[in-house]
T-cell receptor
Framework: GAGVSQSPRYKVAKRGQDVALRCDPI?????LFWYQQALGQGPEFLTY????????KSGLPSDRFFAERPEGSVSTLKIQRTQQEDSAVYLC????????????????FGSGTRLTVV | QKEVEQNSGPLSVPEGAIASLNCTYS??????FFWYRQYSGKSPELIMS????GDKEDGRFTAQLNKASQYVSLLIRDSQPSDSATYLC???????????FGSGTRLSIRP
């Protein structure tokens, strides 16, 4: 697609409910990232995929958070037993390539999913 | 010390003046540096990238990099009200593929 597409745009979940957030990256972008952005803060890294391989999940805050990208394109971020502290905007980004130096092209972000846990 | 540091602002600049946004980073191995602009309620948008020491100009925007001082800045000339946004400094880890973002500087251009 022309851009990174995320759905739903907004999600209200009751505490304890499981949620699934979807990301459809730009076609041909092998790298996909999930970030969490709290109000007034910069995006915080959650996890990174290169094609279908999850190469870094060091930012996932607990074992309630799980991400997958089974066919190397669409990715899903799942949060089990949501808590109020999970309320944030979840941003997905994709990139043509990564690494150090000029091969790092930066990201293109999707519009995000605003999760509110009540 | 945070890995990428920015003043949170708000930074208020009169219309037509130069806005100067600053960022310091801790990873000496970093080689790529990015500035993102984020309007309220919107996702970050990449506006500048810089890889070499010195200045890089793109329209009204100039990015400046000093690797020895671990410092990167963004200058916005002839500031316009539409430049009012939060500006995020972003630096990839040299040892990993993730980009670390600063907390952002909120810029307000007053007419």
């Amino acid at each position: 697609g022309a851009g990174v597409s995320q759905s739903p745009r907004y999600k209200v979940a009751k505490r304890g409910q499981d949620v699934a957030l979807r990301c459809d990256p730009i076609s041909g972008h092998v790298s996909l990232f999930w970030y969490q952005q709290a109000l007034g803060q910069g995006p915080e890294f959650l996890t990174y995929f290169q094609n279908e391989a999850q190469l870094d999940k060091s930012g996932l805050p607990s074992d309630r958070f799980f991400a997958e990208r089974p066919e190397g394109s669409v990715s899903t971020l799942k949060i089990q037993r949501t808590q109020q502290e999970d309320s944030a905007v979840y941003l997905c980004a994709s990139s043509l390539g990564l690494g150090t130096g000029p091969r790092n092209y930066g990201y293109t972000f999707g519009s995000g999913t605003r999760l509110t846990v009540v | 010390q945070k890995e990428v540091e920015q003043n949170s602002g708000p930074l208020s600049v009169p219309e037509g003046a130069i806005a100067s946004l600053n960022c310091t980073y801790s990873d000496r191995g970093s080689q790529s540096f990015f500035w993102y602009r984020q309007y309220s309620g919107k996702s970050p948008e990449l506006i500048m990238s810089i890889y070499s020491n010195g200045d890089k100009e793109d329209g009204r925007f100039t990015a400046q990099l000093n690797k020895a001082s671990q410092y990167v800045s963004l200058l916005i000339r002839d500031s316009q009200p539409s430049d009012s946004a939060t500006y995020l400094c972003a630096v990839p880890y040299s040892s990993a593929s993730k980009i670390i973002f600063g907390s952002g500087t909120r810029l307000s251009i007053r007419p």
